[in-house]
């Protein structure tokens, strides 16, 4: 299994570039599923979501060209109409099959996703969403098979925001019959990527970046063309390397118009930024100030961003208290800030964290992607050597992040 092994305490300086968004990149690979056309796909990450994403959308044959960033994907072949539980079990995205199957072909078999290290996570506004298009749908043996004839359009009220259940109906609706309604939806960026993709390819949706989606069904959907938007998370990660560990970097191919409330949160902390279109110069020379917050759904503060902003806090020059308020169970990544000397102690959903002048490293353990950069970033900020291991978990969702750092001077190598 790799590890990461980080000499900490070096100042951080130069480029990264940022890639696209891993939580865009899913859904749209799955769009593949709604047409016999061809979809080219631009800036689709590195990431080993994305390479579980491509071996189980060709196991049901859909054709896969993959040139580096650049993915066609062409469904004029497909025969399978299932997601294994072997595939769904190392991830949970998988789940984005079902909508997209079901409105195409009318049938599915979709492994049910199980619990998560970050919370219960389940599925069932997919569901019903889907029933109340018109599909039957049973749970057998840890399978949901679905089926219907056609999916006929409604107006459907989740009841609660969920952004791949946003995009499954969304998928879903775009080929049924009539006007579908969707309600408390999703506005997640990653969500109107997926949208903007659809409508090139001939779905009719309006409410685009609104809590409601309309869409008119239609009979088919066309090939198109199209790049995945740059991840969010992954820019707001490195900004909070260069916040801990100091230092001067600018970022590339960055939508600073997605990130208004990390980019608030990282002014607070006291990251001087100067922001153009697509890059942010990133400058930081002095201890962190601490920052309070709660993460909510989008325009709020994301639950992705938690955990990194947590590992800031845990070196700033006081007190701060953050509240998840997404999932049940996402401060893993406290016990082993802990490890490296930080005081977080937590009651329920909220944790409480008393900055320390100096982290000192030690061997941590990665228990999910974000806890995973987390980890690393506190890493780069604290003295002496770490070791994180189970960096699975980061390659899901990173794009070989060890190397982007290395190229701005962070001694961090990978172990095999
Ligand atoms: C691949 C992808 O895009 N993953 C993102 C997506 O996950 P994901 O789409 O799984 O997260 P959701 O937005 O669905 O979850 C939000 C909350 O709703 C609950 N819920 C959701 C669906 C459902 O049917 N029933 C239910 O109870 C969840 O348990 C959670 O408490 O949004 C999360 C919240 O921004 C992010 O952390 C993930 O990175
Ligand atoms: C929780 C995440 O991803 P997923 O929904 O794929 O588990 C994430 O990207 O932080």
New binding site residues.
Partial sequence: MDKLLIQGGKRLSGEIAISGA??AA??ILCAGLLTAGDLELSNVPHLHDVATMLKLLGQTGLKVDQDGERVTLNGSAITKLEAPYEMVKTM??SILVLGPLLARFGEAKVSLPGGCAI??????????GLQALGAEISIEGGYIYAKCKKLKGTRIV????????T?NLLMAATLAEGETILENA?R?P?VTDLAHLLVAMGARIEGIGSDRLVIQGVPELHGARHAVISDRIEAATFLCAVAAAGGDITLRNTRTDIMDAALDKLREVGLEMTIGDNWIRAQMNRRPTPVSFRTT??PGF???MQAQFMAVNTVADGASRVTET???NRFMHVQEMNRLGAAIETDGNTAFIKGVEQLVGAPVMATDLRASASLVIAALAARGETLVDRIYHLDRGYDRMEVKLSAVGADIRRIK
């Fill in positions: 891993k939580n899913l859904p949970r995205a919370g219960s996570r389940p599925v069932d506004q997919h569901i019903k989740t009841d609660m925001i969920t952004v791949t259940g995009e999703a997640e990653e759904e989008y994301p639950t992705d997404i999932f049940e």
